[in-house]
């Protein structure tokens, strides 16, 4: 727990020294670099440049605890936003302002943010401890106030410790007034993994996944073999195409703790995916939700048959990638990460932590089960689709579409519209995923995120340059890598993302425009990975 209690020391006590390290200077090998400010004159500039609509929506965002109702007579005391999980959506349209002030009413002494996924916002409104703003100290405010300046699927959660892997979420969803798509009605649909309040919480999976596989002998999966290593050779993704007919193997989610220096109570174990290249996941839940419920009492969508919904999909989980199928009913995928890609029909879609997908589909006559597949781990979400009479299905219902046609980002392609323009590459960053299970100590480039001194180490751009980033992912797990305030485009042709999949043993490389003056986080978005050192800051020279 040394770490853990590390870090809140840290962010509770940052004050004059925290706004002080927001203007410093950052070294990298070649000497002291000066940053952008996320405060500074370049940052406001960009924001001047957004187009404005002159509409403000204001809230109040309230973190407080709270006994949240997961159905099926789970009721957990967990942190949520004005009492609920999910938060209350927010919805507003391409050019607005949001003024969200945040009131933290956490219990003494614990400090919190709030984070805008994917939004190219400002810098000093993207709610990361240290490096943007100092820490919301319990029994006080933040006000965050920026425009939204492109349409897309987007969320919104706490950037402090392992606070994402309890109930502090909502959508954010930002309309297109020129909406391309024709479409009916529309779905929001948040995915889920649950542990806090009903076996632990996230601080005490944290302390037991820091012990590592060090602290454990004979380990071994439920087969009795060693679980996997990396063993597969390299390949780039960037431009991978075909698609993906293989089948996650699904071993048991649990087994008996090994014989070592400690039980484990959270430690998932024998989980393995072909999908994800080994290694499914680190924790082991005990729900897995759906908009907030469990599958004994799922969430139910009712609508009409032959009408055309778009589902919005949003992986708000912690360690769990998500198949997702619907029964009966195929999927055209039309964006990914908020920006459109050429339309692909599918019968499932498989979708990593922070990522999102927007779906179309006709929808039948009947009862039809949205099913969310834990990846490797032999468990899952479920939601109803509700259009006409029948009975529900089983909350272990696996429709058969879940083997079927199922689409990985790599396989997409970006939309004409949305393409990245033509342009020579002006720098190029290796960012090597580096770490492992053993001793828990994921890193990149082999240098663990320093909180104390967010500008160290920083992976350096300058305004205007076309950026290449190469993520090289050295370990034996699958990372879903997270960049802050941009949009990257996977290779030449690929979709436009600001999350992706990053298999073990490959190399995945990814193109962004620098135009968001700042200090971005760069960070595997299991939120274990990243708490453990998996980050990095994207800081622009001054």
Known sequence: MKSINRRSVLLAGLGAAGAGALAACG??????????SPSGTAVAATEKKRTSTGRTHRLTLTAAPAVIDLGGGVMPRTWAFDGRTPGKEVRLSV??????????????KTTTSIHWHGIALRNDMDGVPPLTQTSVRAGSTFAYRFTADAPGTYFFHPHVGVQLDRGLYAPLIVEDPKEPLAYDDEWVVLLDDWVDGVTGTPDEVFAELKHGMGAMSGHTDTAGTPRPSSSMGGHDTGDMGGMDMGQASSPPASAAAPSGDMPMKFMLMGATSKLLGGDAGDVKYPHHLINGRV???????????????????????????????????????????????????VDALLIGMG???DVLVTLGDGVFPLVALAEGKRASGLALVRTGSGSAPSATVRPSELNGMIMTAPQLRTADGARLASAKTDVTHRIKLTGGMEKYNWSINGRPFDMADPQANPILIQEGQRVRLDFVNGTDMWHPMHLHGHTYQLGSSGPRKDTTIVLPGTKTSVFFDAD???QWMLHCHNAYHGEAGMMANVAYRA
């Open 295 to 345: 599958a004994t009492d799922p969430d139910v969508y009712a609508g009409k048959p032959g009408k055309k919904v778009r589902l919005r999909i949003i992986n708000a989980g912690s360690d769990t990638a998500y198949r997702v199928a619907l029964g009966d009913h195929k999927l055209t995928i039309t964006h990914t990460d908020g920006f459109p890609v050429r339309h692909q029909e």
């Open 355 to 357: 990522e999102r997908y």
């Open 27 to 36: 070294g990298d090998d070649s000497g002291t670099k000066a940053l952008v």
């Open 516 to 518: 968001n003056p700042g």
């Open 95 to 108: 050019g607005d302002t949001l003024a969200a002030e945040l009131s933290n009413q956490l219990p003494d």
